[in-house]
Nanobody, 117 residues
Framework: VQLVESGGGLVQPGGSLRLSCAAS????????MSWVRQAPGKGLEWVSH????????SYSNSVQGRFAISRDNAKNTLYLQMNSLKPEDTAVYYC???????????WGQGTQVTVSS
């Protein structure tokens, strides 16, 4: 199993970024997927998840209305569109595979998002 994130970078407050996560080594359509982030000096924070066919999504209160999770099962890729970014969104963002009972088993290496003027 391999999860490889990309798309992070430095953006000004109010800007946008789209993160991607290329999945391989497993049947992508069998799993729900999640984005989790870790801000400097803080613990892990769940951001969003999506079901296996992309029909159902859920978001943390801190990103609801600004972020959008999606997936392209034909390309084995997970996305996170991030709009109206705030400095408090600065974090390393991880793509994570969800398995039974909402546990996580595989994580990507993470991609850094920095929101600063």
């Amino acid at each position: 199993v391999q999860l490889v994130e990309s798309g992070g970078g430095l953006v000004q407050p109010g800007g946008s970024l789209r993160l991607s996560c290329a999945a391989s080594g497993f049947t992508f359509t069998n799993n729900y997927m999640s984005w989790v982030r870790q801000a400097p000096g803080k613990g892990l924070e769940w951001v969003s998840h999506i079901d296996d066919d992309g029909e159902t999504t859920s978001y943390s209160n801190s990103v609801q209305g600004r972020f959008a999770i999606s997936r392209d099962n034909a390309k084995n890729t997970l996305y996170l569109q991030m709009n109206s970014l705030k400095p408090e969104d600065t974090a390393v963002y991880y793509c994570v595979r969800i398995v039974a009972y909402w546990s996580y088993d595989y994580w990507g290496q993470g991609t850094q998002v920095t929101v600063s003027s």
